[in-house]
T-cell receptor
C-alpha cells in the first residue's frame, strides 16, 4: 500500500534566538493545518493549528503563519530554548478526515 | 527516506467483529512503533507505544483489552480492534522509529480508515 517517507532537513539556532520552520503544502483545497513537535522517544505532540480563513495565529511563544497564495506555512518560535529541540511536522487536512503530514524539520538549539 | 506501510488503507466491518491493522517498516528496523487515533479535523491522539518484544504502553483512557497491540518483530506491529462498535470508527495511524538512525526521527504510515457499521 501507499506509505509516507520523511526526509528531515535540519535547523540549528542559538538559545534565545527566534526560530522559523517552514512547510510547503500542495493541496489547494486544504482548509486546516497543524504543527506537531516530536521529541526523542515520544510521539508527536500537537503545537498549534490554523484554519484556512486565517493567516496568522499565536500561541504561547509560537506563531503560525499561513500564505495560501504560495501554499506556505511557517512556525515561529520565540526565544528558542533547549527544550524546543525536537522534530517538527506540519500537517494539512482538506475537508476529509485524513491528515497529510509534510516533511519534518529537526530543530537543534545550541546553548 | 525510510518507509512505513500500513495495511489496510480502509476497512468496513460489522459491529461485534474484530479488525487487525498492520504497520510495517519496509526498509528499516523499528524498535518502537506508535499507534494514533484521529477524529475528524482533530489532532492525532496517541493510543499506545509499542516496543518490540515487550508489552505495549497504553495512554490513559485507552482500553488495552479493546485495542490489542502486538509488536512481535522489528518490522511489524499490529493493532487489533476487538468487538468493534460504531464509536470505534476513526482514522488510525502508526509511526515507527528507525533503531539505527537518529532516535528522534519517526516515520508515519498512511493511516487506516475504520468504519464500523
Amino acid at each position: 500500500g501507499e506509505s509516507v517517507g520523511l526526509h528531515l532537513p535540519t535547523l540549528s539556532v542559538q538559545e534565545g534566538d527566534n526560530s522559523i520552520i517552514n512547510c510547503a503544502y500542495s493541496n489547494s483545497a486544504s482548509d486546516y493545518f497543524i504543527w506537531y513537535k516530536q521529541e526523542s522517544g515520544k510521539g508527536p505532540q500537537f503545537i498549534i493549528d490554523i484554519r484556512s480563513n486565517m493567516d496568522k495565529r499565536q500561541g504561547q511563544r509560537v506563531t503560525v503563519l499561513l500564505n495560501k497564495t504560495v501554499k506556505h506555512l511557517s512556525l515561529q518560535i520565540a526565544a528558542t530554548q533547549p527544550g524546543d529541540s525536537a522534530v517538527y511536522f506540519c500537517a494539512e487536512g482538506a475537508g476529509a478526515n485524513n491528515l497529510f503530514f509534510g516533511t519534518g524539520t529537526r530543530l537543534t538549539v545550541i546553548p | 527516506g525510510a518507509v512505513v506501510s500500513q495495511h489496510p488503507s480502509w476497512v468496513i466491518c460489522k459491529s461485534g467483529t474484530s479488525v487487525k491493522i498492520e504497520c510495517r517498516s519496509l526498509d528499516f528496523q523499528a524498535t518502537t512503533m506508535f499507534w494514533y487515533r484521529q477524529f475528524p479535523k482533530q489532532s492525532l491522539m496517541l493510543m499506545a507505544t509499542s516496543n518490540e518484544g515487550s508489552k505495549a504502553t497504553y495512554e490513559q483512557g485507552v482500553e488495552k483489552d479493546k485495542f490489542l497491540i502486538n509488536h512481535a518483530s522489528l518490522t511489524l506491529s499490529t493493532l487489533t480492534v476487538t468487538s468493534a462498535h460504531p464509536e470505534d470508527s476513526s482514522f488510525y495511524i502508526c509511526s515507527a522509529r528507525d533503531r539505527s538512525g537518529d532516535l528522534t526521527e519517526a516515520f508515519f504510515g498512511q493511516g487506516t480508515r475504520l468504519t464500523v457499521v
